[in-house]
């Protein structure tokens, strides 16, 4: 087998630097060439793409991609298939795209490439068609369940003042002046200090008249009536 003639690391990874070398920049190249295509397809027709508009411009894009990296796919190509029995006859990328330029032309990096295209062209053409059409479909149920947490947030809010003004109408701000507490000293600002007073010297007095029965009565009154008249 590959692992007991070539090893593990030589056998099974002896194509991984080409094949990142050549597989991050296609995506990337992909990717670019799509978006690209449907900022000009929205210019031009004023509006979305549909869904078959997404994968024709997925493959256009792919197509194009795979035109530009055609080379450094048949280099990788060349460099993992290369026998280890007859020994490496290509040391590395550059090696192999100058042995293959010298030996061979420039034509042979585009030799594969009609089977590359029928390969990859459809397979991204779909890739990129059903995922706009799953994004639209997820970015349309958000916005639904935004709209509908606004609406319980609006409700929400409008149960509230609905409470508040029925608590309101049932439980009314009792103030002061509703209970007839009026002060002659409003203008020095001591208005709310003396009534205050009052109310304290008022429990106060009940307080010790609460007291009164343990036989004290007459003298916890006059204490009681002193404090009130000297605040």
Known sequence: GIAKEEGVVGGFYRGWWPGLAGKIPSYALTWTFFQQLKQAQSRILKRPPRNIENSIMGCIASATTVCIMIPMDTIKTRLVTQGGASGIPYRGIVDAAVRITREEGVGAFYRGLPPRLISVVPMIGIQFGVYEFMKQNMLGK??????????????????????????????????????????????????????????????????????????????????????????
Not at 146 to 151: F, K, T
């Open 142 to 231: 958000n916005k639904q369940n935004l709209v509908a947490l606004d609406s319980r947030t609006v409700d929400g809010n409008n149960m509230c003042q609905r409470v508040n003004k029925k608590s309101n109408e049932e439980f009314p701000v009792i103030t002061l002046d509703d209970v007839g507490i009026k002060s002659n000293s409003i203008n020095d600002g001591s208005s709310s200090i003396r009534t205050i007073s009052f109310f304290r010297n008022k429990f106060d007095f009940g307080a010790l008249l609460q007291k009164d029965a343990t036989g004290t009565k007459g003298h916890t009154q006059k204490l009681a009536l002193n404090k009130i008249a000297s605040s």
